[in-house]
């Protein structure tokens, strides 16, 4: 456990030296909001929460590529995998927490009648989920203009595909959409459950995603055997 | 004294203490590299030309080593093969090294000397052979392995928390092999140091929880004169406290100061023990 909270310590520290990267995730979601407050205020929330998806994971992304030269060193220095992605994972769910906040205590301030509770739960789940995603595409591809352009793809189908399609529930970030309807349009209970249940199945998907890629890109090589 | 003259004197003097054409040739290089990034003065950075050489004469290979007995094997590597595509790069080399022991992986560039180090770590994959690593390893590549965005100490701090080192102690034992190295480290962020002093860290990184088997690629790139004679008093000590060290390295011209010299230049097999 001490190993993973130094990692997750250092990965702050990192990430909070980045100040114009943290400037950017800061202002970023205030771009989504502002763009539909005059003319759809459920829709600028809808927009904030994903502008917030896509904010934590690029951060994802960047953190797991600048780490990629680190981390086989310290595996060879007793970290295990799991160690090594689950303390990146608990930095960048609070940074997350971080980011978020401000947005939920505008929205608190600046919308009327809609489910605070569900737009909070809304950005918990974006904060789980938007990190895991950043972290698989950065496993899965090296070179971060690749993920960059994945996650661009993902946030753009995100906000142009209809929620109400099947195609759309293979979105990382439906459940936004979903459990947003819930919380603008007063919906029935149902559509927080299938949000919940969406964010549930991604998140447990894009873990096994992010550990299995870990474990191949740092497992022990098969020619070599360490003798105690 | 401009660089171009000081570097011609650096060259005639290092003929002139019988250091080997493409030994004088790296040496002048590296001086010339680390003169154009710093752009110090010559005569501030390395002092005389035949002071530095002499020094550079003195110190390649630092003691002879003493017969010593050998101790329990730390690292066998045994038929590595590796190839890049149809290109092999090794094929069939072998190396054991003992405990208290020094050896020495040299040869031409593109001989495959990196990338049988980074077998032996585990860090590349080989087509074929095997290593057996008796104890822990400590790695120090020949650029990269830091964080940019983190200081000395916390580089200390992480690492030493993977080897089961409280906090405290990895400072203090990283600040004590950094001070073996002329560097006391500050508060700048890595990718602020130098190449040279961001190279000190990655050997101290390396060092830190005191590993049975050290795998060092040309960790010196950048030192100048008296942290490049720092680096081999240390190598030095690591094997008289019974470590295994090998070293990638070009500066080697007295072959009788290690124990062990694997040469790569000749074929792409290769065998040492």
């Given at each position: 456990m001490t190993r993973t909270f130094t990692v997750a310590e250092m990965s702050l520290r990192e990430l909070t030296r980045r100040r114009g990267v943290l400037l950017m995730l800061l202002i970023l979601p205030l771009a989504f909001y502002l763009a539909r407050r005059g003319d759809h205020l459920g829709q600028s929330i809808r927009f904030v929460c994903l502008g917030l998806c896509w904010a934590l994971s690029t951060a994802a992304l960047f953190t797991g590529s600048a780490a990629r030269a680190l981390e086989p060193r310290l595996r060879l220095s007793g970290y295990r995998t799991h160690e090594l992605f689950l303390g990146r994972l608990v930095a960048l769910w609070t940074l997350g927490v971080a980011l978020s906040l401000p947005y939920f205590l505008l929205i608190r301030l600046d919308?009327?009648?809609?489910r605070y509770g569900a737009i909070a739960v809304i950005m918990l789940l974006g904060v789980v989920v938007s990190p895991l995603l950043g972290l698989a595409v950065s496993a899965l591809l090296p070179r971060d203009l690749e993920g960059m352009l994945v996650l661009l793809t993902v946030v753009g189908l995100q906000m142009i595909?209809?929620?109400?399609?099947?195609?759309?529930?293979?979105?990382?970030?439906w459940f936004t959409r979903e459990i947003g309807t819930y919380a603008i349009?007063?919906?029935?209970?149902p559509y927080l459950t299938r949000g919940l249940i969406h964010a549930l199945v991604t998140t447990t998907l894009l873990m096994l995603v992010v550990a299995v890629a870990f474990t191949i890109r740092l497992r022990q090589r098969p020619h070599l055997r360490f003798v105690s | 004294m401009r660089p171009e003259i000081w570097l011609a004197a650096l060259s005639d003097e290092l003929r002139r203490h019988g250091v080997g054409p493409d030994l004088a040739g790296h040496v002048v290089a590296e001086a010339a590299a680390h003169l154009r990034d710093s752009g110090e003065q010559p005569l501030r950075a390395f002092g005389a030309p035949a002071a530095y050489a002499a020094a550079v004469a003195d110190s390649v290979?630092?003691?002879?080593?003493?017969?010593r007995p050998a101790g329990p094997v730390r690292l066998r590597a045994v038929d590595i093969v590796k190839r890049y595509g149809r290109r092999p790069?090794?094929?069939g080399v072998s190396l054991t090294v003992r405990a208290g022991q020094v050896a020495a992986v040299v040869g031409a560039n593109g001989s495959g000397k990196s990338t049988f180090l980074r077998i032996c770590a585990g860090l590349a994959g080989a087509d074929g052979g095997r290593v057996e690593v008796h104890g822990t390893i400590g790695y120090c590549p020949q650029?990269?392995?830091?964080?940019?965005?983190?200081r000395a100490d916390e580089h200390f701090a992480l690492i030493g928390a993977g080897r089961g080192i409280r906090r405290g102690e990895a400072l203090r034992a990283g600040a004590h092999a950094a001070a073996a190295l002329d560097w006391r480290p500050g508060?700048?962020?890595?990718?602020?140091?130098s190449g040279g002093t961001r190279q000190k860290l990655n050997l101290v990184l390396a060092a830190l929880g005191d590993p049975d088997v050290l795998l060092l690629d040309?960790?010196?790139?950048?030192?100048?004169r008296g942290t490049y004679l720092d680096f081999w008093h240390e190598v030095w000590r690591w094997r008289d406290e019974g470590r295994a060290v090998v070293v990638v390295t070009?500066?080697?011209?007295?072959?009788?100061?290690?124990d062990v010299v694997l040469d790569?230049?000749?074929?792409?097999a290769g065998a040492a023990a």
């Open positions: 919308q009327q009648d809609v595909m209809d929620p109400a399609g099947t195609a759309s529930r293979a979105l990382p970030f349009d007063h919906t029935p209970a | 290979g630092g003691p002879v080593a003493a017969a790069v090794l094929a650029a990269g392995g830091t964080a940019d965005f983190l508060p700048q962020q890595s990718r602020h140091l040309e960790p010196y790139q950048g030192f100048d070009h500066l080697l011209n007295q072959l009788d100061r290690v790569l230049s000749a074929s792409t």
